[in-house]
C-alpha cells in the first residue's frame, strides 16, 4: 500500500513538472495552443495565405495575421446609445480623440463610408464624388449633415496620411477621416453592416457601400458610393427633413407619347467615371482639363492611360508620371472599363471638346 501511494506521489509530481515546463515555454498571455506557425491573409482576399508578412499580389494590402483571439470591445462601448453603434474612440484626421456614437453619431445625419488611402481602384473615385455631394449640399455640411471616411487600414493610415490624403481631394469643413484600432473598426463595420464579403468580379475586393442614415428618426438606407451625385444629395436632404421637389412623371415620360429616352453612352461613362476629377472646357479639379486631349495625345496612350493607370506609372511612363508629380500624387483609378468602353468615351472626349471649342471660335470670329 505505501508502494502504491508513494508511486502515485511521484507519478503526480512528475505531471506537475511537465506542465510547469510546457507553461514555461509560452509568452504571458497566450496559451499552448497559440504557439503556432503564424498565418496571413488579406482582409478583402481571404484566399491569399502566407506564412509571412507582407502585401496582397492581387489589391496591394497589409496582409494581416490572423487572430487565434475572440476580437470584442467591453460590453459598455457596445451597448452604448442604440446596440448598433459602437462608442469605442477613433482618431481624426487633425489628431483629436472621438468616440463614435457620443461624439459622431447621436442626433446626428450622417454618411459613413470605409476607405484607405493606399487604394487603387474605388476609394479614390469614391472621395472624389463624395466631394462634389459636398459642393451640392453647400453651407448645410458640418451643420446639418456630417461625413465620415473610416480607413479599413489603421496600422497605414495614420491622423497624418488621412489628412493629406483630404487636402489632395479638397476636402471641405463637416467630412471626418477616421483611424483607431483595427478590433474597434472591424466592429463598427459589423455592427453597421459594412463588412460584406469580398467581391469577386471587383479587383480591389471591397464594395464602395454608403451608409446614410439620420440617428434621431432611426431611418437609415445603403447606397453605392459611386452612385449619381444628385442622387445622393438628395437622399441625404431627405434624410436631414428638406422637402424634395415633386418629379413631373408626365415630363419624364413625354406626356405618355412613349418617347424613347435617348442617352449617350460617352456622356454616360464620362459623367459617372470622369467628372468628379475632370471637366471638359471647366478648367483643372483634382485631375487635368480634358478638353482637346484628344488632339495632343496619341489615342493608343489614352487607351492605357484610361485602361490601367497604374500600370502605366508602375512602368515609369514619363508622361504619366509627369502629371502624377504636378496633380498632387492622386492615383487615377483602375476602373476596369472593356476596350470598347475606352474607345467611347475617347470618341465622346473627341467630339465633346470640338463641340465647347466651336462657340469659342465663333466668338472670337465676331
Given at each position: 500500500?505505501?508502494?502504491?501511494?508513494?508511486?502515485?506521489?511521484?507519478?503526480?509530481?512528475?505531471?506537475?513538472?511537465?506542465?510547469?515546463?510546457?507553461?514555461?515555454?509560452?509568452?504571458?498571455?497566450?496559451s499552448?495552443?497559440?504557439?503556432?506557425?503564424?498565418?496571413?491573409?488579406?482582409?478583402?482576399?481571404?484566399?491569399?495565405?502566407?506564412?509571412?508578412?507582407?502585401?496582397?499580389?492581387?489589391?496591394?494590402?497589409t496582409?494581416?495575421?490572423?487572430?487565434?483571439?475572440?476580437?470584442?470591445?467591453?460590453?459598455?462601448?457596445?451597448?452604448?446609445?442604440?446596440?448598433?453603434?459602437?462608442?469605442?474612440?477613433?482618431?481624426?484626421?487633425?489628431?483629436?480623440?472621438?468616440?463614435?456614437?457620443?461624439?459622431?453619431?447621436?442626433?446626428?445625419?450622417?454618411?459613413?463610408?470605409?476607405?484607405?488611402?493606399?487604394?487603387?481602384?474605388?476609394?479614390p473615385?469614391?472621395?472624389?464624388?463624395?466631394?462634389?455631394?459636398?459642393?451640392?449640399?453647400?453651407?448645410?455640411?458640418?451643420?446639418?449633415?456630417?461625413?465620415?471616411?473610416?480607413?479599413?487600414?489603421?496600422?497605414?493610415?495614420?491622423?497624418?496620411?488621412?489628412?493629406?490624403?483630404?487636402?489632395?481631394?479638397?476636402?471641405?469643413?463637416?467630412?471626418?477621416?477616421?483611424?483607431?484600432?483595427?478590433?474597434?473598426?472591424?466592429?463598427?463595420?459589423?455592427k453597421?453592416?459594412?463588412?460584406?464579403?469580398?467581391?469577386?468580379?471587383?479587383?480591389?475586393?471591397?464594395?464602395?457601400?454608403?451608409?446614410?442614415?439620420?440617428?434621431?428618426?432611426?431611418?437609415?438606407?445603403?447606397?453605392?458610393?459611386?452612385?449619381?451625385?444628385?442622387?445622393?444629395?438628395l437622399?441625404?436632404?431627405?434624410?436631414?427633413?428638406?422637402?424634395?421637389?415633386?418629379?413631373?412623371?408626365?415630363?419624364?415620360?413625354?406626356?405618355?407619347?412613349?418617347?424613347?429616352?435617348?442617352?449617350?453612352?460617352?456622356?454616360?461613362?464620362?459623367s459617372?467615371?470622369?467628372?468628379?476629377?475632370?471637366?471638359?472646357?471647366?478648367?483643372?479639379?483634382?485631375?487635368?482639363?480634358?478638353?482637346?486631349?484628344?488632339?495632343?495625345?496619341?489615342?493608343?496612350w489614352?487607351?492605357?492611360?484610361?485602361?490601367?493607370?497604374?500600370?502605366?506609372?508602375?512602368?515609369?511612363?514619363?508622361?504619366?508620371?509627369?502629371?502624377?508629380?504636378?496633380?498632387?500624387?492622386?492615383?487615377?483609378?483602375?476602373?476596369?472599363?472593356?476596350?470598347?468602353?475606352v474607345?467611347?468615351?475617347?470618341?465622346?472626349?473627341?467630339?465633346?471638346?470640338?463641340?465647347?471649342?466651336?462657340?469659342?471660335?465663333?466668338?472670337?470670329?465676331?
Amino acid at each position: 500500500m505505501k508502494r502504491t501511494s508513494a508511486s502515485m506521489l511521484l507519478l503526480g509530481v512528475l505531471m506537475v513538472s511537465v506542465t510547469l515546463l510546457i507553461n514555461s515555454q509560452v509568452p504571458g498571455g497566450h496559451s499552448f495552443a497559440q504557439q503556432q506557425d503564424p498565418e496571413f491573409s488579406c482582409p478583402m482576399h481571404p484566399e491569399v495565405k502566407s506564412k509571412k508578412a507582407g502585401s496582397c499580389p492581387k489589391c496591394g494590402m497589409t496582409l494581416r495575421r490572423k487572430s487565434t483571439e475572440r476580437e470584442s470591445a467591453s460590453s459598455g462601448d457596445v451597448n452604448s446609445g442604440p446596440n448598433r453603434f459602437p462608442n469605442v474612440e477613433l482618431i481624426t484626421q487633425h489628431g483629436k480623440k472621438v468616440r463614435f456614437y457620443d461624439d459622431l453619431i447621436k442626433g446626428k445625419v450622417v454618411a459613413i463610408e470605409l476607405m484607405y488611402t493606399t487604394c487603387r481602384y474605388n476609394c479614390p473615385l469614391e472621395t472624389a464624388r463624395l466631394v462634389q455631394v459636398q459642393k451640392l449640399l453647400g453651407d448645410r455640411m458640418g451643420k446639418d449633415v456630417f461625413f465620415y471616411s473610416i480607413t479599413i487600414e489603421p496600422d497605414k493610415d495614420t491622423p497624418k496620411a488621412l489628412k493629406a490624403y483630404a487636402e489632395k481631394y479638397h476636402v471641405g469643413p463637416g467630412w471626418l477621416f477616421l483611424t483607431g484600432k483595427e478590433a474597434d473598426i472591424k466592429l463598427i463595420s459589423r455592427k453597421l453592416g459594412l463588412d460584406f464579403l469580398p467581391n469577386p468580379n471587383d479587383p480591389d475586393g471591397h464594395t464602395p457601400s454608403l451608409l446614410i442614415g439620420n440617428e434621431k428618426t432611426g431611418l437609415w438606407m445603403r447606397n453605392s458610393g459611386l452612385d449619381n451625385i444628385k442622387f445622393l444629395a438628395l437622399k441625404i436632404e431627405q434624410m436631414i427633413g428638406y422637402g424634395a421637389p415633386a418629379v413631373d412623371v408626365a415630363a419624364v415620360n413625354g406626356s405618355g407619347t412613349g418617347n424613347k429616352l435617348d442617352i449617350d453612352k460617352g456622356q454616360y461613362l464620362f459623367s459617372t467615371r470622369c467628372a468628379a476629377c475632370h471637366t471638359i472646357g471647366n478648367g483643372d479639379k483634382v485631375g487635368p482639363d480634358l478638353l482637346g486631349v484628344t488632339n495632343v495625345r496619341e489615342r493608343a496612350w489614352l487607351m492605357k492611360i484610361i485602361s490601367d493607370p497604374i500600370k502605366l506609372l508602375d512602368e515609369k511612363d514619363p508622361l504619366a508620371t509627369a502629371l502624377f508629380k504636378k496633380y498632387n500624387e492622386l492615383r487615377m483609378p483602375k476602373m476596369g472599363l472593356p476596350e470598347e468602353d475606352v474607345n467611347v468615351l475617347i470618341d465622346f472626349m473627341k467630339t465633346q471638346s470640338a463641340r465647347v471649342a466651336k462657340p469659342a471660335n465663333a466668338a472670337t470670329q465676331n
